[in-house]
């Protein structure tokens, strides 16, 4: 690499970390706490890259942006923040930063960014309108971990796009979410949102009658998968007749359109004019280190709806956590404020949760005897996790990531099965006991006599 990076962060080990990294890729290094003086350098013409911090003791990097672009145009800023929310990704790309990570942030990848981001020559920015005051910012698009990361990145790179998008995921994943917050965070946000079903389809006028209701907006056809084919075939034609000023398409799917497509239910040609960008959204049991997130927003979402005060014991987050969630984030949100109506008191504890866990479904186990349903749900879930990464690989350290992942869940459900016993555990899983008694403590995993949810 060669250029001059200005960083600026309130944390010193930070600010260490990155100033030996690219003094060592070949960098000269500006360092500073400030955003006064990080934009005092721009100001005087240094640095050929800016990253920045959002909240600084002074300031916030990312109202900063637009000064940074009308002083230098082209100069490319990688924002990174700890406030890791889909605002804080879209207000990134609304802004024109060049990049957004969110932290902890993975070194190489940002030296990789960084290296990309010196080698071009961007054009001066185009400056959008930030969202309308009093737009409702309170999305239920809450998460920290990685694939959450993943999607806020992606609906923030595509929402100004032309491209069509097709948003698959298990029911109460938050499909239909994440296309309004496409559109309603988009140039288009003034302009209609359309949501087609099979009825509007009907007839031959059905979807030229559709495209004149989203005029210019957004038009989505939601779980597309459940069209009949001749319904389909109306939506092909559709496409290939839209011209100037048409709306930006979007679908959504619970998935299997793949196999659909071999059956002979859904037609190729459609999935492939509507798969111009594909985001699959994580299942709940998927991304688990959310659930305490989701869970604080419900609380606070129904206390201002007029609810009592509530809040969840550790022991009944800790049971939420070990939950299987088949109906994902929106079963989720129906148990939290059942919970606010009928617990007794402000702390909700363990055994209410059961109560209500009790009354839910349970996730289909897997049928005996298939033992290639394994392997290929494994496959599923680790091709979903590499593409919500958005072409670029995942963090190094995969391998053992990925078995600590499945080893953890394992010798849980084992030590369920066999009431918390560490020796007819081990026997179950064919290893020594002091090995299982190492994996219970270095994985931290409680054992005690649980009682099953499923």
């Known amino acids: ?55 600084m003791p002074d300031g916030n990097g990312l109202e900063q942006l637009p000064r940074i672009g009308e002083a230098r145009p082209g100069l490319p800023v990688i924002v990174i923040s700890a406030q890791n929310t889909i605002t804080t990704a879209i207000q990134a790309a609304e802004a024109e930063a060049y990049d957004y990570l969110p932290k902890p942030f993975d070194l190489p990848d940002l030296m990789k960014r960084a290296a990309r981001a010196l080698e071009v020559k961007r054009r001066a920015p185009v400056r959008r309108d930030a969202p309308e005051e009093g737009a ?9 971990t990685p694939a959450m990361q993943a999607i806020y990145q ?40 359309v949501v087609a079903s099979a009825a509007d389809l009907q007839g031959m006028d059905g979807p030229s009658a559709l495209v004149a209701r989203a005029k210019g907006g957004t038009l989505v056809f939601d779980e597309v998968g459940d069209l009949p084919v001749e319904a389909q075939a109306r939506v092909v034609r559709m496409l290939d007749s839209l011209g100037d000023g048409a709306p930006q398409i979007m679908a ?98 363990r055994g209410e949760v059961e109560i209500v866990l009790g009354n839910q479904p349970a996730m289909e186990p897997l049928r005996g005897g298939d033992s290639d349903k394994l392997s290929a749900s494994v496959a599923k879930h680790l091709r979903r996790y590499f593409d919500l990464h958005g072409g670029e690989l995942p963090p190094p350290g995969l391998y053992q990531r990925i078995l600590r992942e499945v080893e953890a869940p394992l010798i849980e459900i084992a030590l369920d099965a066999t009431g918390g016993n560490q020796a007819r555990c081990a026997d179950l899983l064919g290893i020594n006991r002091n090995t299982l008694r190492k994996k219970i403590t270095d994985q931290d995993i409680r054992v005690t006599r649980r009682r099953k949810l499923m």
């Open 1 to 55: 690499m060669d250029g001059t990076v200005l960083v600026a962060d309130d944390d010193r080990t930070i600010r260490t970390v990155l100033t030996q990294a690219l003094t060592r890729a070949g960098c000269k290094v500006h360092a500073t706490s400030s955003i006064v003086t990080l934009m005092r350098w721009v100001d005087e013409g240094k640095g050929d890259l800016v990253i920045s911090d959002v909240v």
């Open 136 to 144: 409702d910012t309170d999305l239920p698009l809450i998460g920290r």
């Open 252 to 349: 959504t799917s619970r998935g299997g359109l793949m196999d659909e497509m071999e059956d002979g239910g859904f037609r190729e040609d459609l999935y492939y004019r509507l798969a111009g960008v594909t985001m699959t959204l994580p299942a709940l049991r998927d991304r688990v280190d959310d659930i305490p997130l989701l869970i604080e927003h419900f609380l606070a979402r129904a206390e201002r709806d007029g609810a009592p005060p509530r809040q969840l014991a550790d022991a009944a987050i800790d049971l939420c956590r070990a939950y299987s969630w088949p109906g994902n984030v929106r079963q989720l949100e129906n148990v939290v404020l059942r919970l606010v109506a009928t617990a007794p008191e402000p702390e909700i504890h």
């Open 154 to 193: 992606l609906v923030a790179r595509v929402m100004n796009t032309p491209l069509s998008v097709l948003i698959t995921g298990e029911s109460g994943t938050g499909k239909s979410l994440i296309a309004r917050t496409i559109h309603d965070f988009s140039d288009r946000r003034t302009l209609p949102f």
